[in-house]
């Protein structure tokens, strides 16, 4: 698969490990700012981002999805409820269990928070052809599933 020899192709791999890093901190930085402005701390705005993508979880699965010990994500709901963000409905096959599912009216409420994110990224995406997208969106689902595993296994 590499054309370039061994010191190039390393250089490549550090570089692209030093853009993952500083993509993290700027994710990082932004989601922290974006928690504070919504009441809620890192954690609850990442576990509300599980349920926006997935739909409505038990609070296991989102314990098992966020990598989050189950004490934990009891605590994350309850802040969720509070702001609005999300709400617990009842499992319709066992009324013991209830899902957390979010509110699309925090959505509406807080959509502006990333209009210039989408903005910035959109204009970036415009330099690359349709292959390099492919070859990026198939980098960034990897890593970020890589990344779930190795936050899993911790």
Do not use: C, W
């Not at 990082?28 to 700012?33: P, S």
């Not at 309850?78 to 963000?85: C, N, P, S, T």
């Not at 209009?115 to 292959?131: A, G, K, P, Q, S």
């Amino acid at each position: 698969m590499s054309t370039a020899n061994s010191a190039d192709r390393e250089k490549l791999i550090q570089a692209v490990e030093m853009g993952g890093r500083m993509l993290s901190t700027a994710a990082m930085m932004f989601h922290t700012r974006l928690a504070e402005l919504q009441g809620l701390n890192q954690s609850d705005g990442k576990a509300l981002d599980l349920i926006v993508r997935y739909g409505p979880l038990t609070a296991g699965q989102l314990s098992e999805r966020s990598g989050l010990a189950p004490a934990s994500v009891t605590g994350l709901i309850g802040r969720l409820e509070k702001i609005g963000a999300a709400r617990r409905v009842p499992h319709p096959g066992d009324g013991r269990k209830v899902f957390v599912e979010f509110n699309p009216q925090f959505a509406t409420d807080n959509l502006h928070y990333f209009d210039e994110l989408i903005r910035l990224n959109r204009e970036l995406m415009e330099e690359f052809d349709d292959d390099q997208l492919r070859t990026i969106a198939r980098y960034l689902t990897e890593v970020s599933e890589r990344q779930m595993q190795a936050t899993r296994s911790l």
